[in-house]
C-alpha cells in the first residue's frame, strides 16, 4: 500500500490529519467500558470511509489515546462485520476467523467450531483467542476448507484429520471372545461328550466375569489356551 502521506498532494488540513491520526485505520468504541464491547465504528481516518466504503464524518472523532489502533488487514477484515469485539484497548479476536478445538485432547484432535468472532452477538461461552486457531480470509471463504467433518488441529495449524476407528470396550471384546470360545468348546469337547479341559473351563469362566462385569479390574482380555 502507498503511503499518501508522502505524495505532495496533500493539504495542510489532511497532513494535520495525518500527523494527528498517523496510525489511519482505527476503531471507535466506549474507552470507559470495563468489559468486552464491540468497535462502534471502523475508520480509515486519512480518507473518511470505513471498512465496507462508506463516506464518515470526523466531526467530534476522539484522540488516538481513546481509539483502538488497527492493521491495514484488520480494516480490511471488518468489511461487513456487525460486532468487532474489544476489551482493555485490545481485540479480542485479532484475526477474526477462528477453529476451536479440545485444547486438552491428544493431536491431531477434530476442530469442534468454526466462528466468525465479528458477526457473533455474544461471546460468552466462546473460547479464548489463544485456545483457537486463526484461519486465513482466503481459507474461510473456501467452504471446502471449513468442513464439518475432516478438518483437525496439530501444533497451531489446520490438517486433515481422520478419526481413529472406535476401539470396542473391553466387556464387548469379551463377550465376542466368549461367543467364539463356547462355540470352539462345543465342536471339540461338548459334541463328542468329552470332558471341557480345565484351561479352557479358566478361559471361559474369565471372559463371563468381565462380559457380565463381575471381574471390574481387568485391563485386557485372558490368554486363549493353547489348542
Do not use: C, H
Request: aromatic residues 10%; hydrophobic residues 45%.
Amino acid at each position: 500500500m502507498t503511503d499518501i502521506s508522502s505524495t505532495t498532494t496533500d493539504t495542510p488540513a489532511v497532513t494535520d490529519l495525518k500527523s494527528d491520526y498517523p496510525a489511519q485505520y482505527y476503531g471507535e468504541y466506549d474507552a470507559t467500558a470495563t468489559g468486552a464491547v464491540t468497535l462502534s465504528r471502523v475508520i480509515d481516518v486519512w480518507n473518511a470511509k470505513d471498512a465496507d466504503g462508506n463516506t464518515l464524518s470526523l466531526d467530534g472523532l476522539a484522540a488516538t489515546s481513546s481509539l483502538l489502533v488497527l492493521t491495514a488487514a484488520q480494516f480490511a477484515l471488518a468489511a461487513g462485520a456487525g460486532n468487532v469485539w474489544v476489551q482493555n484497548g485490545a481485540l479480542l479476536y485479532p484475526a477474526r476467523y477462528y477453529a476451536g478445538y479440545d485444547t486438552t485432547a491428544a493431536q491431531p484432535t477434530p476442530v469442534t467450531g468454526w466462528f466468525d468472532t465479528w458477526s457473533l452477538i455474544s461471546i460468552a461461552t466462546l473460547a479464548a483467542a489463544s485456545s483457537m486457531v486463526a484461519v486465513s480470509s482466503v481459507d474461510w471463504a473456501d467452504t471446502a476448507f471449513r468442513l464439518t467433518l475432516g478438518k483437525g488441529v496439530q501444533s497451531g495449524g489446520i490438517v486433515a484429520y481422520t478419526p481413529p476407528a472406535a476401539t470396542a470396550t473391553l466387556a464387548a471384546q469379551a463377550t465376542t471372545a466368549l461367543s467364539a470360545a463356547r462355540t470352539y468348546v462345543y465342536n471339540n469337547y461338548g459334541i463328542l461328550n468329552e470332558a471341557t479341559p480345565d484351561a479352557w473351563v479358566a478361559y471361559l469362566k474369565a471372559l463371563m466375569a468381565i462380559a457380565n462385569g463381575t471381574d471390574t479390574t481387568s485391563t485386557a482380555l485372558p490368554t486363549e489356551p493353547a489348542t
